[in-house]
């Protein structure tokens, strides 16, 4: 594909928060005036592969000039993955902090917390390893009480609470260590579905962290609705969007 019709193609849709297949292949065809359905689908995959375009739900594509997220991974979520990569080699599990969410908010968060999920049969076994192997305040499936009164008044609280299946994960290479964490679309959704355990990041704070991850990074709606729709917040995150960040997703959430 030529690079001045690559160029004229971001141009043309670069300020949209979406464009749909149909837009994608009008817009060729004032190229390629004879295109097939079976070439267009080939020059789809070409711009994917050359990162040009990115899915963004069925049939929704966004341009992606908007970098990759990659978090820092601390020395305190390092270890913790070693830890847990070393016991327990075949395990399903997701670490982030909410150190990450610093890019996003207004207020700066200081205390550092860290949340591990695991697969609901090892929750117990991976508390009570790390718990032994590491000077840390481990909390299993803390209650409101635990979270009002201990999780707030420790230095480095760890959360361990079940993974929801097929959670959206992404894997990062350390030197050592290959570390599963949550994705953004992950973290949107258990910022709104566990209000307590993340209250310092409701109301207001969570709309701007929602703005600031769609201005910034693409998204994948398909797995952050799907994965909300396990969580039972599917209808309720999609109304959250509509009310407070309607200009940027109209077309997706009414889609």
């Known amino acids: 594909m030529p690079k001045i019709v690559e160029n004229k193609l971001i141009e043309a849709f670069k300020e949209r928060s979406s464009f749909d297949r149909d837009e994608l292949f009008q817009f060729y065809l004032d190229f390629e005036p004879h295109l097939k359905e079976s070439t267009f689908s080939w020059r789809i995959y070409d711009l994917k592969k050359k990162d040009i375009i990115k899915t963004i739900g069925r049939g929704l594509y966004v341009i992606s000039y908007k970098p990759k997220y990659r978090p820092v991974l601390s020395d305190s979520v390092l270890k913790i993955a070693s830890k847990t990569n070393e016991r327990f080699e075949e395990i399903q599990y997701a670490i982030w902090e909410n150190q990450w969410l610093n890019e996003f908010t207004l207020h700066q968060v200081s205390n550092q917390m860290i949340v591990v999920e695991v697969e609901k049969e ?27 009164f201990y999780i707030s008044e420790s230095a480095v609280p760890v959360v361990i609470k079940r993974l929801v299946t097929r959670a959206p994960i992404s894997k990062l290479k350390d030197k050592k260590n290959v570390v599963p964490v949550a994705t953004l679309e992950k973290i949107m959704v258990d910022l709104f579905a566990d209000e307590n355990l993340y ?16 201005e910034r990074y693409s998204i994948n709606f398909t797995k952050l609705f799907s994965y909300a729709k396990r969580r039972k917040k599917e209808q309720e995150i999609k109304q959250f969007m509509n009310n407070h960040i309607p200009n940027i997703l109209e077309d997706i959430i009414n889609d």
């Open 122 to 148: 090892f929750t117990e076994s991976l508390y009570y390893y790390l718990n032994d192997s590491l000077k840390m305040d481990f909390f299993l499936n803390p209650d409101d009480k635990e979270i009002e």
């Open 199 to 214: 209250h310092f990041y409701q109301g207001s704070e969570l709309i701007n962290i929602y703005e600031k991850i769609l």
